[in-house]
């Protein structure tokens, strides 16, 4: 019996980047959770460039909700809804020990 991947969502800075930055951010850390053997949830994918911010955020939260995990990118410190996403994270945790948090920084992927 093939054992069930671990969904991992990503967060980082969005607001404030060009989109082809945050793009290529997401991507690449789509790609190297990919080659980890994640299922990858990238929510640059499921909030639309139109969308209000607190929109957006919400949906994330709910994607987030789902998930086993949540990789950081090295630039969540400098963005409120990354922060939020960390904080909501270190908060799902605490209920479930087994929910990973990961950080980017603890990885060696360069840009």
């Known amino acids: 019996m ?5 969904k991992i969502c ?7 980047l060009e989109i082809a ?13 990919l ?3 994640y299922e990858v949830i990238n929510p ?6 139109e969308m209000e911010w607190s929109d957006c955020m919400i949906n994330c939260l709910k994607l987030l909700s789902g998930c086993d995990g949540i990789y950081i990118l090295n630039n969540w ?3 409120i809804g990354a922060r939020i996403e960390q904080l909501f994270s270190c908060r799902m945790r605490d209920i479930n020990p087994s929910f990973e948090i990961m950080y980017e920084s603890d990885f060696d992927i360069y840009y």
């Open 44 to 49: 640059i994918e499921h909030c639309d460039i």
């Open 2 to 6: 093939e054992q069930k991947k671990k």
């Open 21 to 33: 930055e945050y793009t290529a951010n997401f991507h690449i850390a789509e790609e190297f959770l």
């Open 10 to 16: 990503i967060a980082g800075k969005v607001s404030g």
């Open 35 to 37: 080659s980890k053997g």
């Open 77 to 79: 410190s400098t963005s």
